[in-house]
């Protein structure tokens, strides 16, 4: 039976079966919020029909294959958001084949340069490992360069084993767990692809050399996998939430989302949102509007605006998101005026003019926004809110400085800006949350883009306050333990979160060393060979199994005791052209 599935895989239809197995895992796994399993038999589907093609003289035709049925299931993965996005269907099922074919070109990268490189290391543990360097390289590389950042890249979204490692790794950590897995997976289903129906014929003859190199690779594999496992662990643990019911070491923060409800077919206006504000007062703290919510045709009407806000938010501080047009190039009059989209931090201590305009985006949308709007080349900055106490605290319980507050750092970004890793390095210390208005045409876009600012608020150890003003869009809290979507679609909320005090400021390991480090630790990863193949206890213990792991079809091929008699499947088709899909 397994023979001949094993025939039926390499040598009787190799092209169709890896051509629609590639099509259904691109399908399921590359949304706009890939899932990690999936995602990982993607990868490995594609390093054994990579290896499997490498010496062959189809090569090039068995690639394009590979490369239109991958991007078909990606298409169909993201047709859904594109059409909302585009009036013509047509238009959007085009425009999604052509990023994710593009997409597929830097996805294949990784694994032409480890086919082609990979024999050319000595040791077994950097053949595994180099993949995985690879892929979290690759990826870190695009994001920094792509004008959407993270959003394309085939890279998991929580919940996963590896969620944890966001404040040390960053997403270059997610990224090598997943190349780590697809290595693995790999090479096992490979031991598995080219054994034969005598499983439980050994042959008593073997060479010393080819024995010695399979025990090499035996331990560099379980190696790679207790590692994986281990790093796996910690996501086992519940972070809960700290309490809202204590001052003594958090500080009770309410939060808030204003999302005025109006008739189907109408934007809310300047005083819609002021009294949905004046609402929420009494329940938080922080109120934030979406991103766009109104707009302002000079700094003038800007300032009178807020002086209007200001009059009853009590001591409550309101994250206005705000389009503003900049002023008319003398030299150039009838030319449309250009945009800025910016966050201003409002509370009622303010005299007219004194608001904080604390950001404005830097990352505009391809062709809805880059060519009516001007990016900024501003960073993010830190406001320290002072907080007040809650009503049932009295001053002296509060704090002991002079006007009883506690000071509560605060920072901002704007919708696509947190699609890139880079968001907040510019940072000197950690802000206590993060204000993230947004605006989404899709709800499958706006949980992708949901899902990149919690990894952004998680990267740096903070909280993230995601309020999403389009019709389908999800608005919600991330960070700190928390990951509530609150609401989807209009409709003001509010939520009581909880604040570590005193406040530790001190940046995430991640925040300081930034990809670049963390692209050193993986390169020492792949450096550790030794860890792989000199640990005597790794060695005593398989020696104890190797009975135990033989029961096991699967793993006899991984921990032989001697030389197999291998039928090789691979060149069935193409006399000549002998190879292993073991390295």
Request: charge should be neutral; aromatic fraction near 8%; include cysteine.
């Amino acid at each position: 039976m397994g023979d001949t599935l094993r025939s039926i895989i390499l040598a009787k239809n190799p092209t169709l079966i890896f051509g629609v197995t590639e099509f259904l895992l691109a399908s399921i796994s590359l949304s706009p919020t890939p899932a990690f399993v999936p995602l990982v038999l993607l990868l490995t589907t594609m390093r054994i029909h990579g290896l499997r093609i490498a010496c062959r003289s189809t090569r090039v035709l068995e690639l394009l294959c590979s490369w239109v049925a991958v991007t078909a299931g990606a298409s169909l993965a993201h047709y859904s958001s594109a059409t909302n996005a585009l009036t013509s269907s047509s238009q959007a099922f085009a425009a999604v084949a052509v990023m994710s074919a593009m997409t597929y070109v830097l996805a294949i990268l990784p694994f032409y340069v480890d086919i082609r490189l990979n024999r050319k290391f000595q040791t077994v543990w950097h053949q595994i490992t180099f993949l995985p360097v690879l892929w979290a390289t690759t990826w870190a590389i695009v994001s920094h360069i792509s004008p959407v950042g993270r959003l394309l890249n085939w890279s998991p979204v929580s919940p996963h084993p590896f969620h944890w490692l966001l404040p040390y790794t960053g997403p270059m950590g997610i990224d090598w767990a997943v190349g780590a897995c697809a290595a693995l997976c790999s090479e096992v289903a490979a031991a598995w692809l080219m054994g034969t129906d005598s499983d439980d014929q050994l042959v008593n003859l073997s060479t010393s050399s080819g024995e010695a190199q399979s025990n090499r690779r035996s331990r560099s594999l379980l190696t790679l996998g207790t590692f994986l496992v281990a790093l796996s662990i910690p996501s086992l643990y519940v972070s809960l939430p700290a309490r809202i019911d204590t001052i003594v070491d958090s500080s009770p923060l309410g939060v808030a989302c204003a999302l005025p409800s109006v008739h189907k077919g109408q934007n809310p206006t300047l005083g819609d949102f002021i009294a949905e504000t004046k609402k929420l007062t009494s329940q938080a703290k922080v109120i934030l509007w979406p991103e766009s919510a109104v707009m302002f045709n000079s700094r003038g009407e800007r300032e009178a605006a807020f002086e209007l806000l200001r009059k009853d938010i009590q001591k409550s501080v309101v994250g206005v998101a705000f389009e503003e047009f900049l002023h008319e190039d003398p030299s150039k009059p009838g030319e449309s005026r250009m945009r800025h989209n910016g966050l201003a931090l409002v509370h009622g201590g303010q005299a007219k003019g004194e608001e904080v305009v604390q950001y404005y985006k830097r990352n505009l949308v391809p062709l809805t926004e880059s060519f009516s709007m001007m990016p900024s080349i501003d960073p993010p900055a830190i406001y320290n809110f002072e907080l007040g106490p809650p009503k049932w605290a009295t001053n002296s319980e509060w704090s002991s400085s002079p006007n009883h507050t506690r000071p509560v750092p605060i920072t901002s970004s704007i919708c696509l800006d947190f699609a890139f890793s880079s968001a907040f390095t510019s940072l000197d210390s950690r802000p206590a949350l993060i204000l993230a208005p947004a605006r989404t045409w899709d709800s499958t876009v706006s949980l992708a883009m949901w899902e990149q600012a919690k990894s952004r608020a998680n990267e740096i150890g903070s909280m993230v306050l995601w309020c999403d003003g389009g019709a389908t869009g999800v608005s919600g809290v991330g960070g700190g333990g928390i990951s509530e979507i609150m609401q989807l679609g209009t409709g003001s909320w509010t939520r009581t979160i909880s604040l570590q005090f005193p406040f530790d400021q001190r940046r995430t390991i991640y925040a300081v060393v930034g990809d670049f480090g963390v692209f050193m630790l993986l390169v020492l990863i792949m450096g550790g060979s030794s860890v792989a193949w000199r640990l005597p206890a790794l060695s005593g213990s398989l020696s104890r199994s190797r009975s135990v792991l033989q029961a096991v079809p699967l793993f006899r091929r991984l921990l032989p005791a001697r030389q197999r008699d291998q039928e090789n499947l691979i060149d069935v088709t193409v006399p000549g052209e002998r190879q292993s899909l073991l390295h």
